[in-house]
């Protein structure tokens, strides 16, 4: 059974940056491809970004430029760098794992492992 931790979450400026972290146990990190996805009170799941086990990455239009997401292997962690936040990025943050490694995956139902959310909060 894989286990997602999320951290790194908290209240920030509009203009600021944080950086998040989800660090997996139980599983071949190595071999999944892991998203990140974001969520706001009623309103859909939304994809952030993905990074393949071969290095790939995906993110969406909205935080091209400004999210990175990256991974430690041997630190069986991935991270999601977020510059230049805006108010329209605060949501609860979602680390997931797909044991399909090698597909950038954008929807959540590819994904078989899920962490329990970290909120972001942007103020303007």
């Known amino acids: 059974q894989v286990q997602l931790v999320e951290s790194g979450g908290g209240l920030v400026q509009a203009g600021g940056s944080l950086r998040l972290s989800c660090a997996a146990s139980g599983g071949t990190f190595s071999s999944y491809t892991m998203g990140w996805f974001r969520q706001v009170p009623g309103k859909e799941r939304e994809f952030v970004a993905a990074?393949?086990?071969?290095?790939?990455?995906r993110s969406a239009d909205s935080v091209k430029g400004r999210f990175t997401i990256s991974r430690d292997n041997a630190k069986n962690t991935v991270y999601l760098q977020m510059n230049s936040l805006k108010p329209e990025d605060t949501a609860v943050y979602y680390c997931?794992?797909?044991?399909?490694?090698?597909?950038?995956?954008?929807?959540?139902?590819?994904?078989?492992?899920w962490g329990q959310g970290t909120q972001v909060t942007v103020s303007s």
């Open positions: 990074m393949s086990s071969n290095g790939g990455t």
């Open positions: 997931a794992a797909s044991k399909f490694g090698y597909r950038l995956y954008a929807l959540g139902q590819n994904y078989d492992y």
